[in-house]
């Protein structure tokens, strides 16, 4: 099997600067690439801001238990979005804390700055029974991401999607950023 040195190591950087810009908790979040019928995807447990390419764990587009076992929890739901949709390359989700925030109080986020409406434009949220390492989100998500780059698990986070993982990251902090400027300006409103 080809040992994807390089795109591991892009998976070390993003998921670095994911954690180094304040957009999940140490433990939280996973980050995931796509390469033909392959996926790369954070091993479960790995602190995201401190991964090696040897925490990045190897499996296939379809179910394989062996190569599965280390991988994310969250595998399942990455898959579900690989499979749904060929031209993602990259995923990631984090337990941003202003998108989690905003997900308790909106059933859809709606930015308010100029950045966020051209990027995104109205972002859906997904309650669920369950929202960690869910078979109802890995169902549900991805008709979510049809009409969004990135969709928010209620009280979980977002899962953005991207042709590139960089392209994916850019919609992840856009999202943030965005989030963090609705609660500013409804704390300025009170």
């Not at 995807?41 to 179910?63: F, H, N």
Request: contains cysteine; proline residues 5%.
């Amino acid at each position: 099997m080809y040992e994807f040195s390089k795109e591991k190591k892009e998976l070390v950087k993003v998921g670095k600067i994911i954690f180094e810009s304040g957009l999940t908790d140490t433990h939280g979040g996973n980050i995931s690439r796509r390469i033909d019928d392959y996926i790369l995807i954070k091993k479960s447990g790995k602190m995201l801001g401190y991964l090696e390419p040897t925490d990045i764990v190897v499996t296939t587009i379809d179910e394989n238990p062996m190569l599965d076992k280390n991988a994310s929890i969250e595998l399942k739901v990455h898959r579900a979005i690989y499979q749904a949709f060929p031209e993602v390359k990259g995923i990631v989700h984090a337990h941003s804390p202003y998108t989690v925030a905003c997900s308790l109080v909106y059933d859809e986020i709606v930015p308010v700055d100029s950045e966020g409406k051209l990027l995104l434009g109205k972002i859906p949220v997904l309650s669920a029974k369950q929202v960690v390492s869910s078979d109802e989100v890995a169902q549900k998500l991805p008709e979510l991401l049809k009409s969004s780059p990135v969709a928010v698990v209620k009280s979980h986070g977002p899962f953005a999607v991207g042709k590139t993982l960089e392209e994916a990251l850019k919609y992840l902090s856009a999202l943030e950023n965005s989030c963090k400027i609705i609660s500013i300006l409804k704390a300025m409103e009170r």
